[in-house]
């Protein structure tokens, strides 16, 4: 109170003197009294500051409003400098107390306007449009690129294993007869004989005659054989016939035996009570399936692109399981979900899939868990799914596993912005994306009023290809990688070996047998790449080689001989080979083929003349089908039909051929 007192004797005397010396005066006065008073601000107490401030600016005594009647009737000049000595002066000392290094080098502006309060509003995450917020509003997208808002990039990954054929595999498939067996290790051939023979013993008692892997694996081969010539389908009758049937089934065993084996054949305990789990579904295939299962991966490493997806196995028998699924061609039957690579449709893992738990209650978030148990063990790899497994999370938690996604997107998906689903007045050919840190999301319109959504992890810009169709390169990569399992699905179907039963478990072996045979062909064509390189359809020619290898062995050591002189000649030669060279099985039959062929190029034509005259006339077995000429000649040892250009013509005399047949 005294101060402010000092003060208003100050004024005062100013009052009374000129205004040239109030000029030189009041700076100084000024001056003199803001220091003072700052000072005394500057070192009081918490206490006594706050009051002099209450005091200053808000004091109600007597001695307040007289200074302040004072003040108000002075002239305008000195009511601005009273102001300016009391009312500015601690303000103006803050500001430059807060000031910053960036603000000192900062250029004086006399228009600038103070808008402290609006920078610290500016610092929060702008506003998102709307239209960009995905529908559950947890998801914030963006129309830029992340480069250009420089957000984070995933780091590109790196395979850590090498893709093709494992060293255990190369090491131990010889032949084509050794890959295949290379899914059936000891372990599962020590079961399937152990039950089979079980099986057989309690159908047939004691007439009932131990099988070993011999057996079994010849019956493997008829069935591979009969996938081959497309006849899964067709009766046992005409494929053991004397006149429609082929001379390998009759060779190798016959019809009564055939059926017998599949009849006892068996990889579980059929017996009631044997100790099974209820609640397990696949308590009859879950032993033989779980090993098989295991030795997939470690045969084959897959490439960048993993495929998963499922395929259905065709079944309309009784079974828990049994699934209804319109898209597919069988519609009925029991679903598998699958990973395979996506160059070479090399089945890596499967799963078989039982339906819901004992409680009956739904499986959530399903499709998430079967990509994140189809790629356990991978690390490195795009995962292509189609839009049952595609979701958010899901690319999230792939990325934990250091893994990328790509895949379509159902439009029902509460993390998609409903920019991106609305197709009213868009252009044909047209795109939109939006991005977030980790994940890129893309709406095509094919065609008016339609549009195809998809989601990745791995694109991180909106690249578009140049072509007429304009589609972005994730929807060109998706339709590369996508079709992994279905190409399984498509050979596997094509020829396979699956026979009409009753009971689903021998349903899920014969789907084993066949993606069994389509896996060795995958790692026997990466091993030696030259094998019949330029034919087309290789495949067919491995299964059938793979047949007949695999029942070779059982024919070598038959004792009965068929009636029919094919199946007889076949017999005989296989039992003949084996003898000269007890290394080799025997030798196939497509490679005597691919023998006359070639000799028959290089034998010099002659005169023709009959080889033998049997009654009926057929196809030459040598000639390829384009180009295949009917004959009545046949070989006259393994009674083959060929043609003239096939056949190796001798001319004789009356009496050298007569010296020749005695």
């Avoid at 000049?77 to 009273?82: F, R, S, V």
């Avoid at 899901?394 to 895949?407: A, N, P, S, V, Y």
Wanted: proline letters at 5%.
């Amino acid at each position: 109170m005294e101060k402010r007192f000092n003060i208003a004797e100050v004024l005062v005397e100013l009052l009374d003197s000129s205004e040239e010396e109030t000029d030189a005066i009041l700076p100084m006065t000024s001056a003199r009294w803001m220091k003072e008073e700052r000072d005394a601000t500057l070192h009081s107490s918490d206490g006594s500051m706050e009051e002099e401030r209450d005091a200053t600016l808000h004091s109600s005594d007597g001695c307040m409003e007289e200074e302040s009647d004072a003040t108000l009737h002075s002239s305008d000049g000195w009511m601005e400098e009273e102001r300016y000595l009391e009312g500015e002066a601690e303000p103006e000392e803050e500001l430059f107390d807060q000031a910053s290094e960036t603000e000192d080098n900062t250029e004086f502006d006399p228009d600038y306007h103070s808008t402290d309060g609006e920078d610290e509003e500016e610092e929060d995450p702008p506003e998102v449009d709307a239209a960009y917020q995905s529908k559950n509003g947890n998801i914030l997208w963006t129309s830029t690129t992340p480069s250009e808002r420089q957000g984070r990039i995933p780091t590109h990954r790196v395979i850590k294993m090498t893709p093709g054929p494992t060293k255990l595999a190369c090491s131990n498939a010889k032949d084509i007869i050794s890959t295949f067996e290379l899914f059936f290790p000891n372990n599962i051939k020590k079961i399937l004989i152990e039950m089979s023979n079980l099986e057989g013993k309690r159908v047939f008692g004691k007439a009932w005659k131990s099988l070993d892997w011999t057996d079994i694996q010849a019956y493997f081969g008829l069935l591979i054989l009969a996938g081959v010539y497309r006849s899964h389908h067709e009766a046992l009758s005409s494929l053991w016939g004397s006149v429609s049937g082929r001379a390998i089934f009759r060779a190798t065993m016959s019809m009564q035996t055939f059926s017998i084996m599949s009849r006892i054949f068996c990889f579980y305990r059929r017996v009631a009570g044997s100790g099974r789990k209820k609640d397990d579904k696949l308590a009859p295939v879950r032993d033989v399936w779980e090993k098989w299962v295991q030795r997939l991966p470690l045969l084959y490493n897959p490439g960048p692109s993993v495929t998963v997806d499922e395929c259905l196995v065709p079944f309309r028998g009784r079974c828990p399981f049994k699934q209804y699924m319109p898209s597919k061609p069988s519609k009925y039957g029991i679903k598998i979900w699958a990973a395979c690579d996506a160059s070479s449709s090399y089945a890596w893992n499967m799963q078989i899939y039982t339906g819901k738990a004992a409680d009956r209650k739904p499986e959530k978030n399903q499709g998430m868990r079967v990509v994140l148990d189809m790629t356990s063990g991978l690390q490195g790899h795009t995962i292509t799914c189609d839009n049952f497994f595609t979701s958010y999370a899901l690319g999230e938690e792939l990325l934990q596993r250091k893994m990328t996604m790509i895949g379509t997107v159902r439009s029902n998906k509460p993390e998609l912005p409903p920019a991106l689903l609305s197709v009213k007045n868009r252009a044909r050919f047209s795109s939109k994306f939006a991005f977030t840190e980790t994940h890129a999301l893309v709406s095509y319109c094919p065609r008016k009023n339609k549009n195809v959504l998809l989601m990745s992890t791995l694109h991180r810009d909106a690249a578009i290809s140049s072509q007429d169709h304009k589609k972005p390169q994730i929807i060109l990569d998706y339709n590369k990688t996508k079709g992994g399992v279905d190409t399984l699905d498509q050979l596997v179907g094509t020829y396979t070996c699956r026979r009409k039963t009753n009971g689903w478990p021998m349903v899920i072996f014969f789907n084993m047998l066949d993606v069994s045979a389509c896996n060795s062909f995958v790692l026997w064509t990466e091993m030696d790449p030259t094998w019949n390189k330029q034919k087309c359809f290789k495949r067919r020619l491995f299964l059938e080689e793979l047949g007949e290898a695999l029942v070779t062995p059982f024919m070598i050591r038959r004792q009965g001989i068929p009636r029919t002189p094919a199946s007889q000649n076949m017999i005989k030669e296989a039992q003949a080979f084996s003898q000269v060279n007890e290394a080799s099985p025997g030798k196939a039959l497509y490679h005597k083929v691919m023998e006359a062929r070639a000799c028959s190029v290089k034998v010099k034509k002659n005169s023709p003349s009959p080889v033998s005259t049997p009654s009926k006339r057929k196809r030459c077995q040598v000639c390829e089908s384009k180009l295949s000429k009917k004959t009545n000649m046949t070989c006259n040892k393994c009674n083959m039909y060929i043609c003239k250009s096939h056949a190796v013509i001798t001319t004789y005399c009356y009496p050298c051929n007569k010296r020749k047949k005695v």
